[in-house]
């Protein structure tokens, strides 16, 4: 078989394409761990960690449609406490302080430039735009 | 199953509790004698438009506009008013029709009527067709043919912007009327000319207007039954 | 007459196609990150070229029913090659209607909310059903009846009751456009009933119209044979609906005029004659008119087939690609007049779409004229 150097050869650098994104990243240093701001004064979460770092868009989604199309403009939580649902006033300037503080940090780690919140509402002042 | 006869007589009476307190019926009543026509007031139009961060944008083609001073003739048809007073001012603002033809036509129901009588806009989720623009018969409401970010002079913090590719109108200050306020224009207006509030309940200053003072809507031939009435 | 292919015409026909094409792209990109108002519309005038075009290639599309009705209903030898062509045209003309809803939209990437959050109540969910539909059963119908003459047998049995399916539904997807404009209370210049039959007799004369175009230009590009009896019958159609139109449009001109109500006879006063000295369409209404009228007579006295068509069609892509939509927003429901331009990247942007449609329409053509040549044995007969 004469073509065997160029399948084999062929094969090879296609690997090494296909694998790019791996052994790119591999060779870059660790990154350090997130470090995200969280709320001075306030004591409890709207919800425990987990489900927050798992679910946030759905939550944030079900705030939306809750606050708009319901009408309603509280959310309880656990615990008796009631959120005013307002992604500025809540989840930011009472919470989370502000966007690059806070949501940036994770996504502009992951190169996530899908939500387009900050295109309408207001990110308090001391933020990044 | 064993019932209680005081719980038997409750569940009877469930379906009343529908006819004890009927909803709200949000209204306006612009009093147009008291609106000061000619002398270029337009306080009403740069409450409503600054708290609600609307954009000012010079293109007249891609203006947008919640509320705005409009000649008789235009609001009624030339043929409705005298030529007299064809040429006085009133406002021209989205009715909040009680039976409206852009929630109809909307895709998406991006926009729809709440149990209250406010026709509500979702600017998560209109897609931007228009189509609620070309079936409103009042002209009332506006796109966003630019991104509006550069054209909000002052930003208000307490009400979100809108992006480019969505249509927008009056909201009734629905965030206002939540918490027990009135709307803007309502506050800012130096003659007191704009009456608001709830037409269903028997107390309410509009009420009492409408019964005493006789009104006329606009284009009410169309089926829409709007919300804004003006007082001649 | 064997046909031959000519590389040096196809590849410059498509070369030309993909130049229109990238420049569209490009002014759509362009649109997308400034906005809508980088076209000519305006708060008053909400709706443009692009939706105006889109009526016109609804109609297009529709007009396949034109040669699918005469000839499996009525056995109209004379459409049995060309009713495939006609089921392309149909599928081109619709890829072409959905890029121009997406042109138009302001947020495109919510274009499947449409579905996610479907609302029966507005006719334009229904359009979306319809158009959809109405394109999965003529895909399906031509690649099987492609696919059926590839292989020299008769196409399967089910494949019937899906043609008879389409005939009625060609009609109800251009009756479901009408029915966006014609239900409107505050839009008096469309809210008529004739709106649905006007755009269904335009449709049926500017659809037959470009096929005729189409056959002559493969007659004359392709070298392929082109049966005279189809562009007869196909020239009867065109003269008979655009017979129809021009009396429906005059029915519409009696009632506004006659009628003298401000809220009917001004849009037709603005369209024709202008209002206030702005008189931007009046020029092309005329036109429009005039070659109306023109390729009425062309086709009664049976000469000049080609300007007939050329002219039926270029007539009714004014009056529906442009008249009918812009003329509902002037004057406004306030009384302004305000005019409207198309701009430059709009255009562009029209103008790749329907380059898009007709690079589809060329692939097809072109597979079936392979296919038939393969079977006929190089001879290939329209």
Redesign the interface.
């Known amino acids: 078989m004469r073509e065997r150097p160029l399948i084999l050869s062929g094969l090879a650098v296609f690997l090494a394409l296909v694998t790019l994104p791996f052994w790119y990243n591999a060779a870059a240093k660790a990154s350090a761990a997130l470090e995200l701001k969280r709320p001075a004064a306030a004591t409890q979460c709207v919800a425990d960690t987990a489900f927050m770092r798992r679910s946030h868009m759905e939550m944030l989604n079900a705030w939306r449609d809750r606050r708009v199309r319901e009408g309603i403009r509280t959310q309880p939580a656990s615990g008796g406490r009631v959120f005013d649902i307002s992604l500025t006033g809540t989840c930011l300037e009472e919470c989370h302080g502000s966007r690059a503080d806070f949501c940036d940090r994770c996504h502009s780690y992951i190169g996530l430039s899908g939500p387009y919140c900050w295109d309408c509402h207001n990110a308090p002042a001391g933020s990044t735009k | 199953m064993k019932i209680t006869r005081t719980g038997f007589l409750g569940f009877l009476a469930a379906p009343l509790l529908a006819f004890a307190r009927p909803a709200k019926r949000w209204v306006m009543v612009v009093q147009t004698g008291k609106c000061m026509q000619d002398a270029g007031c337009t306080a009403c139009v740069q409450a409503c438009h600054q708290a609600h961060n609307v954009p000012r944008i010079p ?6 506009k919640w509320l705005w001073k ?1 000649r008789f ?3 009624f ?3 409705a008013i005298p030529a007299a007073a064809e040429n006085r001012l009133a406002l ?1 603002l989205c009715n909040h029709c009680d039976n409206p ?1 852009c929630t ?7 926009t ?1 009527q ?1 149990s209250d009588g406010i026709v ?1 806009m ?10 609620c ?7 009332s409401r ?6 509006p970010k550069p054209y909000v002079a002052a ?1 208000s ?1 307490d009400f ?8 927008e109108k009056c909201n009734f200050c ?1 965030e206002r009327l ?1 918490v027990g306020k009135m709307p803007r224009c309502v506050e800012a207006c130096p003659e007191r000319a704009l009456i608001f509030g709830d037409a269903n309940d028997p107390h309410s200053e509009v009420r009492q207007v409408l019964q005493a003072r006789f009104t006329i809507r606009r ?1 009410t031939e ?3 039954r709007p919300s804004v009435f003006y007082v001649i | 007459m064997a046909s031959e292919f000519q590389p040096r015409i196809y590849w410059s026909w498509i070369g030309a196609l993909m130049v229109l094409i990238a420049a569209g792209l490009g002014c759509y990109l362009r649109q997308l990150d400034y906005g809508l108002g980088l076209t000519g519309m305006s708060r008053d005038v909400s709706w443009g070229l692009y939706i105006g075009q889109f009526t016109f290639a609804v109609g297009i599309a529709a007009s396949a029913v034109m040669l699918v009705l005469p000839y499996y209903l009525h056995h109209a030898k004379a459409f049995a090659k060309v009713v495939l062509l006609g089921e392309f045209v149909a599928i081109a003309s619709v890829a072409a209607c959905m890029l121009f809803i997406f042109a138009d939209m302001g947020q495109p990437a919510r274009v499947l909310n449409v579905i996610r959050y479907a609302s029966p109540s507005s006719v334009m969910f229904w359009d979306m059903v319809s158009l959809g539909g109405y394109l999965v059963l003529n895909s399906v119908m031509a690649a099987v009846t492609l696919a059926s003459e590839r292989n020299e047998v008769p196409p399967p049995a089910w494949l019937r009751p899906m043609i008879f399916l389409s005939i009625p539904w060609a009609i109800s997807i251009h009756t479901v456009t009408a029915f966006l404009y014609c239900g409107l209370a505050g839009r008096p210049f469309w809210l008529t009933a004739i709106l649905a039959p006007r755009f269904l007799a335009s449709a049926f004369a500017s659809g037959p119209a470009l096929l005729i175009l189409l056959l002559l230009v493969l007659r004359s590009a392709a070298r392929v044979a082109v049966e005279n009896e189809a562009l007869h019958k196909l020239a009867i159609i065109v003269s008979y609906a655009m017979a129809l139109n021009v009396f429906f449009i005059l029915l519409e001109l009696f009632t506004a005029i006659y009628s003298g109500i401000p809220g009917h006879e001004e849009h037709f006063r603005y369209l024709f004659l202008g209002i206030e000295g702005r008189h931007a369409l009046a020029p092309w209404m005329w036109i429009s008119a005039v070659l109306a009228l023109a390729s009425l007579l062309l086709l009664w006295s049976g000469r000049g087939l080609a300007l007939a068509a050329a002219a039926a069609f270029a007539s009714l892509w004014i009056d529906k690609g442009l008249g009918m939509v812009v003329g509902g927003f002037v004057p406004s429901p306030l009384g302004a007049v305000t005019e409207y331009t198309p701009t430059a990247p709009e255009i562009m942007i029209t103008a790749g779409i329907w380059a898009a449609g007709a690079l589809i329409a060329t692939l097809l053509f072109r597979t079936a004229i392979a296919v038939r040549a393969y079977v006929g044995g190089n001879e290939v007969s329209l």
């Open positions: 293109d007249a083609r891609h203006e947008v409009e003739r235009n609001l048809g030339a043929e021209a033809p109809r036509v909307c895709p998406t129901a991006a729809w709440r509500m979702d600017w998560h989720r209109c897609i931007g067709c228009r189509y623009m070309a079936a409103c018969p009042y002209g506006s796109f966003n043919w630019v991104d930003p913090p979100p912007r809108r992006s480019k590719g969505v249509v629905e939540a284009h169309l089926g829409t």
